[in-house]
């Protein structure tokens, strides 16, 4: 069962954390063979992803620690820190993406389980790592497409800082506009402000630290108020 956000039902699966406590990770002690991955919350490491995509592709894999989360347990673990356990794992957003369309769709699908999803991620420590989000393809592969400024929505803003040098007056630096453009969709798709503050953090939510401090650095400059500007 899928369970969305302000939804009353619980997820059957297991249950990781409740509130505030440390997560029990000894019940992963014993990795076995999980159910077959479907659109969701899971604790995962890299090589735990690895071999539930290889058993969903029918491929022989050896088991897991793969753990399924409801929504409640993830955003209790991630505002904890979203720190490596002890079998490293961290947090994996599964969302299905069966063509094209559905993977542009991606942005309002993950904010029915991460409703907070484009503010700062005041949660990270220094250890913390970035939510992962890993759509399940279908038959269709979504790489199949056009580049992306070749993207109706996409290419519109390419256009339109091409003309003016910002989108909807926020000016863009160039070097920076890839991977500003996606975000200014996502935000737009939400009825969100379009302010360096608003990308800047949407941003950070999956970028390193270190990335993400660069881009909202020539954000900033590039939108400074004239008579800061010229001082």
Known sequence: MVLLAGSRDVDAGPSLVSGDRAPDS???????????????????????????????????????????????????????????????????????????????????????????????????????????????????????????????QLAALEAEWHDTGSIQGLQIPEAYRGFIYKTIVSLRAEGLPITAASVAGSLARWLLPGEAAEIRAALEDANQPADVAES
């Open 26 to 152: 000894s019940r992963a002690d014993d990795p076995r063979p999980a159910p077959e991955l479907t659109e969701g919350w899971y604790l995962m490491s890299t090589r735990d992803l690895e071999r539930e995509l290889a058993r969903r592709r029918g491929e022989g894999a050896g088991p897991s620690h793969a753990l399924r989360l409801t929504i409640a347990e993830a955003l209790a673990y991630r505002d904890a820190g979203n720190l490596p356990d002890e079998h490293g794992r961290t947090l994996r957003l599964l969302l299905l993406a069966q063509d094209r369309d559905e993977v542009q769709k991606l942005p309002l699908k993950r904010a029915l389980y991460e409703p907070d999803y484009h503010d700062a991620p005041t949660w990270r420590r220094r250890e913390s790592k970035p939510v992962n989000v890993v759509p399940l393809r279908g038959e269709v592969a979504p790489s199949s497409g056009p580049p992306w400024w070749e993207e109706p």
